[in-house]
C-alpha cells in the first residue's frame, strides 16, 4: 500500500521583532519567507504581545496564506518561569489571550501565574514551550512525576486544545528529546505537534539575533547565557527540513490541524463606536441631530442659515449611513467637558470641515463660511476611521485624559501606542554594548552622528561611515556593528510607547482587541498603534496637548488677574495693529508663524484676513514647497506674475490659492472635478500621493488620471499630463485647509495677545515655551516688546513667569518676574514649598532665615543662590558660602537649637559678567541684557567681525565677517542639503545659509559649534537679516544654547 | 584539530581516514551516525559554522567530527 508522506503546511511558533530583543524579522518579512517556503498558514506568536497581529493579518491577505494570532506567555510555577505558546481559535479565543497578557503586563514580573492560566483557557490552543518549555525542562531534570501532574492539570483546562510541542535547534541530542517528549505525549495519551521556533527570516540573520538577546540580556556577546542561540536554527526552516528533523507524521500532521482550527479573521469590515451619553427614548442620530439643529439657529443669520442647513443635513446623511453619530456625540462629549471647566480645547485637522463638529463645540472653525471640504474629512466610501483631533491646553491635558478615563471607564479607554523603532543611536548603543564597545566610545559615536546621521535607520549604517571612521578607526568591532547594523529592517521595533494623545474608546472592553499594559510613566495604553487600532476597528480621538494653548490661556489669566478683563479669545476683535505685526515679519513668539522661513514669508506676504493667515500658515509645508507652489503663490498674490490654470476647468478648484496646488483639499477635488473619480478613488488616491516614496508607486495612476480627466471635463492628453504631474509633486505633509483655518485662529489669537497685553503674554510664552525658540532668546527679544524684565528673587518669584508691576524712569511698567522654577534643578513642589511659607510668615531677611524655614535640599539652595534668586539677602558668593556653612551644621528647615555659626568673610560681589555666566548655567536666560555674545567681544573684534547689528546695517549683496550664538539649527530634507541656522547677538538675528559643499567640508563644526565666526554675503535684511555663508570657524564660548533643531 | 577524511564527500559518510599523532594511518568504516548538531562559532571574530557528527565506528569507537567549510576534522575520539 503506498504511503502517503504528510507535509507541513503550518509555521505555529513564529517571533517577529515584536518580541523585543528576541527576533529580527517584521511580521511582513516573516509571511513573505513563509510563503516563499510554501507554508499555507503562520502564527505569530510573539512573547506577551499581539503587537505585530494586524500587521500580519494584512500581511498574510495580501500573500494569500492564513494568519494566526497567539503570543508567548510566560508561566509562573512557584520559583520558575516556562514560556508556554498560546494560539487563539477564535475572537473570542484572541479576548482570552488578550486578558492573559493583560494580567501578566499588570504584575512586577510581567508572568501569568499557573492559576491565572487554568482559569483562562475559552477558545485558546494551548502549545508547552520550546527548549525552555514545561516539559523540556522537567524532563531534563528527571522530574517525570512533577511534570504528568502538572500536564494533566493543563489537559482538564484546555480539554482537546494541548499539544505537546516537538523542535529540534540542530544541538546535541536534540533528535532524541524529540523522541523522548513524543514517548511521554504518548504515555499520557496528548497529541503532539512540530512547532520549531521561528525567531527570524533567514540563516544569515543569525549574527543580528545572537546581537540583539545579548543586548538584551545586558551582556556582550562574549560571555555565555542559556538563551543565546547557538546556530541559525531559528531561521524559518522549510516544511521538508521540519519533517526531516521531526519525523514524526502526526506531529506534521497536528500542525496542520491546529492551523486549521484557529482559522478566524482579527480584522473587520466596520467601525465600532463608543457609547454616548444619550437621553433616554433617542437613538443617537436623534440626540445628534437635536443638538446641530438646536446650535444651527444660534450660529447662523436668516442669510447664512438655508445654506448651513443644506449643508448639515447633507452630513447628517453621511454620518447616519457610517452609523457614526455616537462617536461625534463623544468627541463633543470631550469638548463640552473642557469649556464647563475653563479648558481651551479646539479641533483641528480635517474634522475642522465639518458643520457637525462646528455646532457640537468641537471646533471653532465655522466650515460654511470658509467653504471648507467635509468630504475630506468623512464621505460615505469612507471605510476607514474620520479624523478628530482636538488640541487641549497642554497644561491641563492630563486632566482630561484623566476625566476621559473615569466617564468611559477603564476597561474600555487607554492610549494607543507608538511603535517606538530603532534609529541609528539607539541601535549603536545596545548593539555596540553587545559587542563590548565601553559606553564612552558609544556614546561619542552616537553624538559623532551628528544631524547628518543620527535620525537614519540603522540600515543606513554604511552612509554614516565617516562618523564610525572618526571614532572607532580601524577597530575590528567597526566593521562588524556597521555589519549588524545594515541588517536590522528598517523599521525594527525596539519597545513601545505611549502616543501623545490617541485615545480609543470602546464600546466593549478593549482586551477584545489587544492588550493593556502600563507604560514606565504609569499611563495604560493598548497594544495597538493608530493605524493597528483603526485596522482592528476602533475608533481614535486624538486630545492632543497643544503648549500654545497652555500659553493663550495663562496669558488670558494674567490679563484678568491684572486688568479684570476676560478675553473671549476665539471671538477677538479684528485689528490692524495685529496685521501690521504680522506684516512685519515682527512674528518671534507668534504661534504658526515664528520660524525664520515663516518670517519671511509673512513680510511678502502682508496677511490683513483669517484666509491670508490660514494660507500663509500653509505654505511653508514640505508638500506645497515640494510641488514648486510657495514662489507662483506669492508672486501672483503680489500681481507680480498672472494668475493661470493649467486647465480652465481647475478655476473652480484652485481659485482661491491663485491657481496653485496649497491643501490636500485641492488634490481631492482636482481627483473628483477633474479626473472624474470618486471620493473613495481621490482620497485614496490622496493619501498616495501624500505618502509615496517611490516614483514607481505613484506612476500606475496615471493612466488613470489621465483618462477620467479627458472622459470628465475634455482636457487634452497634453493638459491632463500636467495636471498629474503638478499633483505628483505635491509630495510629504501638506495641510488640510480645515487644519490651517484652525491654526490660524489660535496664530491670530497669538499675534492679538502680542499687540495688547505683550508683558502677559511673553510671560506666559517663556512658562508654557510652545514654539522654536530658547529662554534666552525670546528674553532678548523682549526687549523689542519694550517689556522689561525683574530679577529672580525668592522673595517674590513663584513657580511660573508673573507680570507685576515695576518703576521704570519714575513711571509704572508691567515687568515679568522670572519663577523659581525657571531655575534648573528647582520643582514646583520645591517652589511652592518657598511660596507657602512666604506667605504665612512674611518676606526672608537673609540665608539663615530661608535655611530656617523651608526644607530645601542643598542642591536647590546652592542652585537658587548661583542663579541669583537670593540676591535680595545676600551676595551670590557670599550666598553660596553660607549655604555651604548652614547645611553642614543643621537640618534645613528647623530653627537652630544653637547660635548662627561663623559669620560670612567678605567675599567679592561676582561681576556681571560673571552673573551672565552663572544666569546661562542654571537658567538659561539671564534677565540682565548682557548678551552672552557680549563676553566674547573682544576677541570677536580682534577676528574683525562686526555685530549683527552693525551688519543689518549694511546694504544687500555686502561682503561681511561676523558672528553669533546658534540659536538655531535646521536641515530640513525638502532643503536639498542646504543648512538654515539662526545666528543671535543681542537682540539681532539672521539667518545664516550653509550651502552643502561648506556642510561637508565642515561636518564636525556644524555639528558643534556654539559660537560662529562667518565670512557671509548679505541676501536680506531687516527682520529676515539673511546671510550667504562663504567660510566658517567656531569659536569658544562658555555655554551653549540648546535651540531649535530639525533636519 | 586532527585532519579527517571522509568518504563519500557527499552523503552520510561510511568511511573514515586520519593520522594519529604518531603518524600512523588509521581506518574505521562508520556503523552509525549517532547524531549531529551545528555550532556557529564565534561570529564577531569571524569563525565559521561547525557541522558536527557523532559516529560509532564498526570496532564500537566514537568518533566526533566536524565539518567546517570543504574540511572535515576529527575533534575526539572515546572507546
Not at chain 1, 567660510?1031 to 551653549?1040: N, Q, V
Request: aromatic content about 8%; proline content about 6%; charged content about 25%.
Amino acid at each position: 500500500m503506498p504511503v502517503t508522506r504528510q507535509r507541513l503546511t503550518a509555521a505555529l511558533c513564529t517571533h517577529s521583532s515584536f518580541s523585543f530583543g528576541a527576533g529580527t524579522a517584521g511580521p511582513t518579512t516573516l509571511v513573505r519567507r513563509a510563503a516563499e517556503l510554501g507554508y499555507g498558514a503562520i502564527a505569530l506568536t510573539d512573547t506577551i504581545n499581539v503587537t505585530g497581529g494586524a500587521e500580519l493579518f494584512a500581511a498574510a491577505r495580501e500573500h494569500g496564506i492564513q494568519a494566526l494570532i497567539g503570543a508567548t506567555l510566560p508561566v509562573r510555577l512557584g520559583d520558575h518561569v516556562y514560556p508556554l505558546v498560546a494560539i487563539a481559535a477564535s475572537r473570542n479565543g484572541y479576548r482570552t489571550l488578550n486578558e492573559l497578557i493583560t494580567h501578566a503586563h499588570a504584575r512586577e514580573e510581567r508572568d501569568v501565574p499557573w492559576p491565572v492560566l487554568l482559569s483562562h483557557t475559552a477558545d485558546l490552543i494551548v502549545l508547552t514551550g520550546g527548549r525552555d518549555g514545561l516539559p523540556a525542562r522537567l524532563l531534563a531534570a528527571r522530574r517525570v512525576n512533577a511534570l504528568e501532574a502538572r500536564m494533566r492539570e493543563l489537559r482538564g483546562a484546555f480539554e482537546g486544545r494541548l499539544f505537546v510541542q516537538l523542535f529540534h535547534d540542530r544541538l546535541p541530542w536534540d533528535a532524541r528529546r524529540a523522541r523522548v517528549l513524543r514517548r511521554f505525549a504518548q504515555s499520557l495519551s496528548l497529541p503532539v505537534v512540530a512547532a520549531p521556533q521561528v525567531r527570524f527570516a533567514k540563516p544569515d540573520d543569525y549574527r543580528l539575533y545572537d546581537a540583539l538577546v545579548c543586548a538584551r540580556l545586558g551582556i556582550s556577546v562574549q560571555e555565555p547565557h542559556p538563551e543565546r542561540p547557538r546556530n541559525s536554527a531559528g531561521a524559518m526552516p522549510s516544511p521538508d527540513e521540519v519533517a526531516a528533523r521531526l519525523p514524526f507524521p502526526e506531529a506534521l500532521q497536528n500542525a496542520n490541524f491546529v492551523a486549521e482550527s484557529a482559522a478566524f479573521e482579527l480584522l473587520p469590515e466596520r467601525l465600532v463606536t463608543p457609547a454616548a451619553r444619550i437621553p433616554a427614548g433617542l437613538t443617537a442620530d436623534q440626540q445628534l441631530e437635536r443638538r446641530c439643529f438646536e446650535a444651527l439657529l444660534t450660529r447662523y443669520d436668516v442669510e447664512t442659515l438655508p445654506p448651513a442647513r443644506r449643508k448639515l443635513e447633507e452630513e447628517l446623511a453621511t454620518v447616519r449611513a457610517l452609523g457614526l453619530a455616537e462617536f461625534f456625540l463623544v468627541a463633543a462629549e470631550v469638548t463640552d467637558y473642557c469649556r464647563a471647566h475653563g479648558i481651551l480645547a479646539a479641533g483641528r485637522g480635517s474634522a475642522a470641515a465639518s458643520i457637525c463638529c462646528y455646532l457640537l463645540g468641537i471646533t471653532a472653525v465655522d466650515p460654511v463660511k470658509y467653504d471648507l471640504l467635509f468630504e475630506r474629512f468623512l464621505h460615505t466610501g469612507k471605510a476607514t476611521m474620520p479624523d478628530v483631533d482636538i488640541d487641549i491646553s497642554s497644561a491641563r491635558r492630563d486632566e482630561v485624559i484623566a476625566w476621559v478615563e473615569s466617564r468611559f471607564g477603564a476597561a474600555t479607554e487607554a492610549m494607543v501606542c507608538n511603535k517606538i523603532t530603532y534609529r541609528l543611536p539607539l541601535a549603536i548603543q545596545d548593539l555596540g554594548r553587545a559587542l563590548g564597545l565601553p559606553m564612552d566610545q558609544r556614546t561619542k559615536l552616537s553624538r559623532s552622528l551628528g544631524r547628518d546621521f543620527r535620525g537614519m535607520s540603522p540600515r543606513r549604517a554604511r552612509e554614516a561611515a565617516v562618523a564610525f571612521d572618526e571614532v572607532l578607526g580601524d577597530a575590528p568591532a567597526k566593521e562588524v556593528l556597521i555589519e549588524l547594523l545594515s541588517a536590522m529592517e528598517s523599521a525594527h521595533p525596539r519597545h513601545i510607547a505611549p502616543h501623545s494623545g490617541g485615545v480609543v474608546l470602546s464600546r466593549e472592553p478593549l482586551t477584545h482587541y489587544a492588550p493593556l499594559e502600563r507604560s514606565s510613566g504609569g499611563i495604560k495604553i493598548v497594544q495597538l498603534d493608530k493605524d493597528d487600532a483603526e485596522a482592528l476597528g476602533l475608533i481614535k480621538l486624538d486630545l492632543l496637548g497643544l503648549r500654545m494653548l497652555a500659553a493663550l490661556e495663562r496669558a488670558r489669566e494674567e490679563v484678568f488677574r491684572l486688568e479684570g478683563v476676560w478675553l473671549d479669545l476665539a471671538d477677538l476683535p479684528d485689528d490692524t495693529r495685529v496685521w501690521d505685526l504680522i506684516s512685519a515679519g515682527a512674528t518671534l513668539g507668534l504661534f504658526q508663524v515664528e520660524s525664520p522661513s515663516q518670517i519671511h514669508t509673512s513680510r511678502v506676504m502682508r496677511a490683513r484676513t483669517m484666509r491670508d493667515l490660514a494660507h500663509q500658515i500653509a505654505l511653508i509645508r514640505p508638500g506645497p514647497i515640494q510641488s514648486g507652489t510657495v514662489h507662483p503663490y506669492l508672486r501672483r498674490r503680489q500681481g507680480l506674475e498672472p494668475i493661470t490654470y493649467w486647465h480652465p476647468s481647475l478655476e473652480a478648484v484652485l481659485g482661491k490659492t491663485y491657481g496653485v496646488l496649497l491643501f490636500q483639499e485641492d488634490v481631492l477635488r482636482i481627483g473628483v472635478h477633474f479626473a472624474g473619480m470618486t471620493w473613495t478613488e481621490a482620497d485614496r488616491f490622496r493619501k498616495k500621493v501624500s505618502s509615496f516614496r517611490d516614483v514607481a508607486d505613484i506612476e500606475p495612476d496615471r493612466q488613470a488620471f489621465v483618462e477620467g480627466a479627458e472622459r470628465h471635463v475634455g482636457a487634452t492628453r497634453e493638459e491632463a499630463e500636467r495636471v498629474f504631474e503638478a499633483v505628483k509633486s505635491y509630495q510629504g505633509f501638506g495641510f488640510a485647509e480645515s487644519h490651517a483655518w484652525a491654526f490660524a485662529i489660535h496664530a491670530y489669537a497669538s499675534g492679538w495677545l502680542r499687540v495688547h497685553y505683550p508683558a502677559e503674554y511673553l510671560a506666559a510664552i517663556m512658562t508654557e515655551e510652545p514654539g522654536m525658540w530658547s529662554p534666552s532668546t525670546k528674553r532678548h527679544e523682549a526687549r523689542a516688546w519694550d517689556v522689561p524684565f525683574v530679577p529672580l528673587d525668592v522673595n517674590r518669584s513663584g513657580v511660573h513667569y508673573r507680570v507685576e508691576w515695576a518703576r521704570r524712569d519714575g513711571k509704572p511698567v508691567k515687568a515679568v518676574r522670572p519663577p523659581l522654577c525657571a531655575v534648573t534643578g528647582v520643582s514646583a513642589d520645591a517652589a511652592r514649598s518657598v511660596m507657602l511659607e512666604r506667605l504665612r510668615h512674611g518676606p526672608f531677611v537673609s540665608v539663615d532665615d530661608l535655611y530656617a524655614r523651608v526644607a530645601l535640599d542643598r542642591d536647590v539652595l546652592e542652585v537658587l543662590a548661583r542663579a541669583g534668586a537670593l540676591d535680595a539677602l545676600a551676595t551670590r558668593r557670599a550666598a553660596l558660602y553660607r549655604v555651604g556653612v548652614l547645611t553642614g551644621s543643621a537640618p534645613a528647615g528647623e530653627q537652630p537649637l544653637l547660635a548662627a555659626p561663623t559669620p560670612t568673610p567678605g567675599l567679592e560681589p561676582l561681576g556681571v559678567e560673571g552673573r551672565l555666566v552663572w544666569d546661562m548655567h542654571t537658567t538659561r536666560f539671564s534677565t540682565l541684557e548682557l548678551h552672552p555674545l557680549d563676553l566674547v567681544r573682544d576677541q570677536l573684534r580682534e577676528w574683525g567681525a562686526s555685530s549683527l547689528a552693525q551688519v543689518g546695517r549694511q546694504a544687500r549683496g555686502a561682503r561681511v565677517r561676523t558672528a553669533g550664538l546658534v540659536v538655531s539649527r535646521q536641515r530640513p530634507p525638502t532643503a536639498k542639503g542646504f543648512a538654515f541656522y539662526i545666528l543671535e547677538d543681542g537682540p539681532v538675528r539672521a539667518q545664516l545659509i550653509i550651502s552643502p559643499d561648506l556642510w561637508s567640508a565642515h561636518r564636525t563644526l556644524v555639528r558643534d559649534a556654539a559660537l560662529i565666526v562667518a565670512d557671509a554675503t548679505i541676501v536680506d535684511t531687516g527682520y529676515q537679516l539673511t546671510l550667504k555663508a562663504e567660510t566658517l570657524a567656531m569659536l569658544e564660548g562658555p555655554f551653549a544654547v540648546r535651540g531649535y533643531e530639525f533636519g | 584539530m586532527v585532519p579527517i577524511e571522509v568518504q563519500p564527500t557527499r552523503g552520510p559518510p561510511r568511511a573514515l581516514r586520519w593520522t594519529d599523532p604518531l603518524g600512523r594511518a588509521q581506518d574505521a568504516r562508520v556503523a552509525r551516525v549517532l547524531d549531529d548538531w551545528d555550532y556557529a562559532g564565534r561570529w564577531w571574530e569571524r569563525e565559521v559554522r561547525r557541522y558536527y557528527l557523532l559516529l560509532e565506528t564498526d570496532a564500537g569507537h566514537t568518533l566526533e567530527i566536524f565539518r567546517e567549510g570543504d574540511a572535515w576534522c576529527l575533534s575526539r575520539v572515546s572507546d
